[in-house]
């Protein structure tokens, strides 16, 4: 069961994301980060998954996601 | 009281900390339909408690940290909360608003809004774990600064598989301890730091608030937000101000502009321009100092910087700041700006205050009023007087009393620069004559956005005549009214740059803007009709994705009309409310440094001509003569005099 869970995880339209961090702040375990970079002259923002062996595949991220720039995968 | 509106979680709790009561307060939906949430829903609780006798280090204060529906929606820069309280800077009622995690918190913890009363005998930490609240001894906090006191919190929200429980704080510093008359209240790095809302909370010995909690945040119609937020973040990302300015160089990108147009409120605002700005410019905070551009828990535009002081990644300085410690007191030392910063949060006291206070000690020390050790543009001790106030020692003990009651104590009133007791920002307002009028009528004293940012139109964003007082009042009125209503709904006002069409802005010298800044000095008609029947305005505008975002969250129908409406009604009942303590037009001032003394001496139209300003404005608001909301007015509001 827990090597089912692992198979899944979040893959983040990085075109759509706009570095909100609603993700991020509502992963229960934080393997969610955001990668903010210095301004230079385009905002490609910017999570990614920092711990990919913690994520359990909840799907909290996803569905909390205001704009739906997180899908749930199997791997 | 339950809701059948989305957004708002549908309870008010209201605790009393001198007898450990907790009880649902009632806040019907017809309330929320008229008051919305944020500093309009505090008003509202206010206004059905205060007569106007009561004083603001006492059990009769209240402190009242609202939301809005849009907290928490996914709708862009929403995750703002407000503490409104009786300020006992300038003893009328203050409204100060946050961008940290705690209005986020405090909604999934299932509450709306908070009302705390009374004082506790000993200090004290309040944990609100989904809805349910728990009173902790902070005898252990007690003279701890923010972020030691903010970390100590996490240790004791740790869960037994050692993570933290995740949660939203709001804590005081040891300046909110001491009661310094301008004290702040920090959530995470984002500060209420304004009106003195940690001297409260200080003196009802409350360290912290703790919320936590997995309660959803409903929106009514969440298929249509979504589509209507992505197309909200995208419009955001692209304006010139949202999408550019603002993540590039953070509010600090404005000092240059302030530079050129003379708004760069140097040495205690004598004078508009500073020789060395560019070493406190933002491009040079952005290339020299910024680590990483950060935003507050929902934003898209993340205007925030995070600098390094002392080897340590902090929050870096907002404009004020920048300005007011920097130009202000005539330092070009840009580190000395990012550690004073770090420090002021840290001590918890706001910024803009503590600087102003500083300027006019330094001012009065050069005119021979007050001898003080002060002096301009001589900082290496200021760390330390910093130090001093927070903790009231010293020349901080006087200091902490804010510029207003300095200058009534060893003279200088005209250089005392404060509207209503409450310092101003950094905008030197006699080349911005709107923003003038603005400090001087804002509800919670001299502040720029409270006062309706008339400056963007003014040099900083369009460059209408700045020293032209036709059509500014009728402006600034509508600029109030519409950044009440987005504050009310938990929003961000920076989401309101992007109701002004991208070309203007990114095409400064274009003959259409040419001609939209020559033309709208006189369209103070055509804005007053606007004003006095916006609900003709029942549409929704391209540029204003406000409305609709109001309407999918929260299901209330809410044309810009009636958001403008709904604005109007806000700021009417907080000046209704500071009438009982005392405000009329007498109040609506500004040092004469700003009204009578010219910036330029070639021009002299370069003061701020405030008494035919106010007049217009008056006029325009339907108040009287004495500046004060007719009965007519109120009523037709749904605002209940006392």
């Given at each position: ?13 990085a ?37 990919p ?23 | 009281m ?7 979680m549908?309870?008010?709790l ?30 509202k ?10 004083q603001?280090?006492?059990?009769e204060?209240?402190m ?19 503490i ?10 203050t ?14 913890a ?51 598989n ?21 004290a ?31 309660k ?44 050129m ?45 995070t ?16 300005v ?27 910024t803009?205050?503590?600087a ?43 200091l ?22 409450m ?124 409305t ?43 040092p ?51």
């Amino acid at each position: 069961m827990t090597e089912e869970k692992k198979k899944k995880y979040p893959v983040i339209d990085a075109k759509t994301c706009a570095g909100c961090s609603v993700c991020v702040e509502n992963c229960p375990i934080n393997c969610l980060a955001i990668e903010a970079p210095k301004y230079h002259g385009d905002i490609t923002t910017i999570v990614y998954l920092a711990n990919p062996e913690a994520c359990l595949g909840c799907g909290i991220c996803a569905k909390i996601c205001p704009i739906r720039a997180i899908t749930i995968v199997e791997a | 009281m339950a809701t059948e509106y989305g957004g708002y979680m549908g309870k008010v709790l209201r605790i009393n900390l001198t007898t450990r009561e907790v009880d649902e307060y009632p806040f019907s939906d017809r309330e929320r339909e008229l008051f919305i949430g944020g500093k309009t829903m505090a008003a509202k609780i206010l206004s059905d408690h205060f007569k106007g006798t009561e004083q603001p280090f006492s059990d009769e204060n209240m402190m009242v940290i609202t939301t809005g529906p849009m907290t928490g929606s996914g709708a862009p820069s929403s995750s703002r909360f407000n503490i409104s309280t009786l300020s006992p800077l300038t003893g009328y009622v203050t409204s100060s608003n946050c961008g940290g995690n705690f209005g986020y918190y405090l909604k999934k913890a299932g509450l709306d809004a908070l009302i705390v009363q009374g004082h506790c005998e000993k200090p004290t930490w309040l944990e609100i774990n989904s809805g349910k609240v728990i009173f902790h001894e902070a005898d252990d906090f007690w003279g701890m600064k923010t972020g030691a006191t903010q970390e100590a919190l996490d240790e004791k929200m740790k869960l037994p598989n050692g993570r933290v429980r995740k949660n939203g704080k709001i804590c005081i510093g040891p300046a909110g301890e001491n009661q310094v008359l301008y004290a702040s209240v920090v959530s995470n790095e984002r500060v209420a730091g304004r009106g003195g809302v940690g001297a409260v909370m200080g003196w009802m010995r409350l360290k912290a608030i703790c919320a936590s909690g997995n309660k959803e945040i409903s929106v009514k119609e969440k298929e249509k937000m979504v589509a209507h937020t992505q197309k909200w973040f995208k419009y955001l990302r692209k304006h010139p101000l949202t999408g550019e300015q603002l993540p590039k160089l953070g509010t600090a990108g404005l000092v240059s502009s302030m530079q050129m147009k003379g708004l760069l409120s140097t040495k205690n605002y004598s004078e508009g321009h500073f020789d060395d700005f560019e070493l406190i410019s933002g491009e040079r905070l952005a290339e020299q100092y910024n680590i990483v551009n950060k935003g507050c828990l929902t934003c898209p535009i993340r205007c925030s910087r995070t600098v390094e002081v002392e080897g340590k990644a902090v929050k870096g300085p907002e404009l004020e700041t920048l300005v007011l410690l920097g130009s202000g007191i005539c330092n070009n030392n840009l580190e000395a700006v990012l550690r004073w910063n770090y420090e002021l949060d840290e001590l918890g006291m706001d910024t803009i205050s503590c600087a102003n206070t500083i300027s006019y000690a330094m001012e009065a020390n050069e005119k021979g009023l007050w001898d003080n050790g002060l002096h301009f543009s001589e900082i290496d001790d200021l760390s330390a007087v910093m130090e001093k106030i927070a903790h009231k020692e010293g020349i901080g003990a006087e200091l902490a009393l804010g510029s207003k009651r300095l200058s009534e104590k060893y003279g200088g009133t005209e250089f005392a620069i404060h509207a209503k007791g409450m310092e101003l920002a950094a905008y030197e307002p006699r080349k911005a004559v709107g923003l003038g009028l603005g400090y001087a009528v804002s509800n919670r004293g001299g502040c720029h956005l409270n006062g309706g940012y008339a400056v963007i139109l003014e040099g900083l964003g369009l460059s209408v005549n700045p020293t032209t007082y036709h059509g500014k009042a009728d402006m600034t009125m509508l600029m109030q009214n519409l950044m009440e209503m987005i504050s009310a709904s938990g929003q961000c006002l920076f989401t309101s740059y992007a109701f002004f069409p991208a070309p203007l802005m990114s095409h400064p010298n274009s003959w259409y803007t040419k001609l939209v800044n020559a033309v709208l000095p006189y369209c103070g008609g055509a804005v007053r009709i606007l004003n006095k029947f916006p609900e003709i305005a029942a549409i929704h505008l391209p540029v204003f994705h406000h409305t609709k975002g109001f309407e999918y969250v929260t299901g209330m129908k809410m044309p810009f009309g009636r958001y403008m409406r709904c604005g109007e009604r806000g700021y009417n009942l907080e000046r209704e409310l500071n009438r009982r303590f005392g405000v009329d037009a007498t109040k609506d001032a500004l040092p004469k440094r700003l009204t009578d003394v010219v910036q330029d001496p070639k021009d002299p139209n370069s003061k701020v001509p405030l008494e035919k300003l106010k007049q217009v404005y008056y006029h325009a608001r339907g108040w009287d003569d004495n500046g004060l909301p007719t009965k007519k007015l109120l009523q037709k509001l749904n605002i209940e005099a006392k």
